[in-house]
């Protein structure tokens, strides 16, 4: 069974960091591109970040380029979401996903989709 399971979520004061961690069991994804999404209350699921499966490739949304840092350990089925200079309009929950392309992701047509982690940033 395929499954993504975040990790890393929890509340910061705003300007802090956090970091998010998604580790894929069931199958390999090194050949897949990542991502993460993240819905806020009372809004739509938005796309956040994206890599490609051999890391070469990252595109952010505009809101925290420059802030957020997408990686992938291909060795250990992980993606990482590292999260600086938090503000309180990045609370959320934060999903990652899991597609063949990067494309894919950013349309958010992944195949594979995790539970989620709670990312609160207080002011």
């Known amino acids: 069974q395929v499954q993504l399971v975040e990790s890393g979520g929890g509340l910061v004061q705003a300007g802090g960091s956090l970091r998010l961690s998604c580790a894929a069991s069931g199958r390999t994804f090194s050949n897949y591109a990542m991502g993460w999404f993240r819905q806020a209350p009372g809004k739509e699921r938005e796309f956040v970040a994206v890599i490609s499966w051999s890391g070469g490739y990252k595109y952010y949304v505009d809101s925290v380029r420059g802030r957020f840092t997408i990686s992938k350990d291909n060795a250990k089925n992980t993606v990482y979401l590292q999260m600086n200079s938090l503000k309180p309009e990045d609370t959320a929950v934060y999903y990652c996903?899991?597609?063949?392309?990067?494309?894919?992701?950013?349309?958010?047509?992944?195949?594979?989709w995790g539970q989620g982690t709670q990312v609160t940033v207080s002011s």
């Open positions: 996903a899991a597609a063949p392309t990067p494309g894919s992701i950013v349309r958010g047509a992944a195949d594979y």
